[in-house]
């Protein structure tokens, strides 16, 4: 099935309505699309926001539509033609700050930090076989199997480590792993397997504050890039290149140490001013305080979440936070 396919009537009635800007209640999206809503929709923004990982959001993204103006309590959205401003935007000006002056963009609240991980987590058990499930298989298997050292195990996390990645946009054409085979992966997965490493796994966001920890967290990535880059080159005269995204994706999926440094995170962290985005101790200091800040709130849904059986460590929440986040702000913020 096409993306969208499932949301089509929706496509079709947006692509002849004939307006750049209309407001539709819940129950006249519902109507013209034949079926339920499911119960998310009326729970949370965050499911109407112009994400690919929502598939309604195709019924109007195909259409050449955004949302906007998401009112859960009178369940009314708004869409608006992409390209069409009601309201052309003021020429910006420039404003003077001293060295000393911190230019900070508007903090996440703790309040949409837990809807996002909630719409985050809600797609990972609607579908149990989604990619979403990908990460858990994936640090499940390293953290059962940690003091299995073995050729046979470390082969098997090869595999969880191979299609995790595959997920999560680590096999695109330009990256060097498409390539190669799953094999590829076994010097990084035995470095990771390395005894000195165990503190990094699940780690708290207090201990992840420690010097000593980041110490680690600096050496293993580093042999993670090492390891990579001696491997044959994908492409003549190219070594290959961990970035820090799969640097930092291959962290989170079998230590749970860090969050996926990818696209969608470093927006999110930027926009709300939460860290630089690049993937240093310094950023990771700051996503850990940010998660110390709001720990009783945390702590409270990281339980709840854990009892599908993957003990979710803090990072791991961080991660989805930001993702979903990213993807919420893509439209509005202009790096």
């Known amino acids: 099935m096409a993306k969208g396919e499932k949301y089509i009537e929706l496509t079709s009635y947006l692509e002849k309505c004939g307006k750049d800007e209309l407001r539709l209640t819940f129950s006249e999206i519902k109507s013209i699309l034949g079926c339920k809503l499911i119960d998310s929709a009326y729970k949370y923004p965050a499911l109407w926001s112009n994400s690919e990982s929502n598939p309604i959001a195709f019924g109007w993204l195909n259409a050449g539509y955004n949302t906007r103006n998401v009112d859960i309590p009178n369940q009314t959205i708004e869409f608006v033609k992409t390209g069409y401003e009601a309201f052309p935007k003021k020429s910006k000006t420039t404003v003077q700050t001293t060295p000393k002056q911190a230019v900070r ?29 990908s990460w858990r298989h994936c640090y499940d298997n390293f953290v059962s199997l940690r003091t299995h050292r073995d050729d046979k195990t470390v082969d098997y996390l090869c595999l969880h480590l191979a299609f995790y990645l595959a997920s999560w946009g680590m096999y695109r054409g330009s990256s060097f792993l498409l390539q190669k085979d799953y094999k590829v992966h076994e010097p990084v997965v035995r470095i990771i397997m390395e005894e000195k490493y165990n503190p990094l796994c699940g780690i708290t966001s207090e201990e992840l504050m420690e010097d000593k920890n980041l110490d680690l967290l600096d050496d293993i990535s580093d042999r993670i890039r090492r390891a990579y880059a001696e491997e044959r080159p994908s492409f ?100």
């Open 236 to 335: 003549e005269g190219v070594a290959n290149n961990a970035t820090d995204t799969l640097v930092s994706k291959i962290l989170l999926g079998a230590l749970g140490c860090v969050p996926a440094y990818d696209r969608y995170y470093i927006l999110a962290v930027k926009h709300y001013g939460i860290s630089s985005g690049n993937y240093n101790r310094n950023s990771v200091r700051d996503i850990a305080k940010y998660y110390i800040d709001n720990k009783t709130e945390f702590e409270a849904i990281r339980h709840q979440m854990s009892e599908c059986g993957t003990e979710y460590p803090p990072m791991k929440l961080m991660d989805m936070c930001m993702w979903q986040a990213g993807f919420s702000e893509e439209d509005e913020v202009k790096e």
């Open 105 to 133: 963009k508007n903090s996440l609240s703790i309040e949409t930090a837990l809807e996002n991980i909630k719409v985050y987590f809600n797609a990972t058990v609607e579908d149990k076989h989604g990619r979403y499930m």
